[in-house]
Nanobody
Framework: QERFVESGGGWVQPGGSLKLSCVASGFNFSSRHMAWWRQTPGKEREPVATISKTGGSAYFAESVSRRFTITRDNTKNTVFLHMNNLKPEDSAVYFC???????????????WGQGTQVIISS
């Protein structure tokens, strides 16, 4: 069964940085594109960053491009989200999941982890 365990969130001041991690299990990690989503209360979960199976390409939501990067370690079934120059509007719970299609907005699996909370505030 697919499982995702996110970590690395916390509270930082605007302009700060965080590195999120997600350890995945229950599927062939290296054969799947991976992505991060985020969600705030009352809103739908939105994709923010996607990385290809090999890590050779990535793309980002416009709201986070040039500030976030995404990497993966296929030897450890882990995907990372590196967040820089954080803004209050980046505050959300962040989740990871796989994707069937690289440019698809939808997650591949129904299962979600508990997410990791990010709070950006002075």
């Amino acid at each position: 069964q697919e499982r995702f365990v996110e970590s690395g969130g916390g509270w930082v001041q605007p302009g700060g940085s965080l590195k999120l991690s997600c350890v995945a299990s229950g599927f062939n990690f290296s054969s799947r594109h991976m992505a991060w989503w985020r969600q705030t209360p009352g809103k739908e979960r939105e994709p923010v960053a996607t990385i290809s199976k090999t890590g050779g390409s990535a793309y980002f939501a416009e709201s986070v491009s040039r500030r976030f990067t995404i990497t993966r370690d296929n030897t450890k079934n882990t995907v990372f989200l590196h967040m820089n120059n954080l803004k209050p509007e980046d505050s959300a719970v962040y989740f990871c999941n796989a994707k069937l299609e690289y440019r698809n907005r939808s997650p591949l699996y129904d299962a979600w982890g508990q997410g990791t909370q990010v709070i950006i505030s002075s």
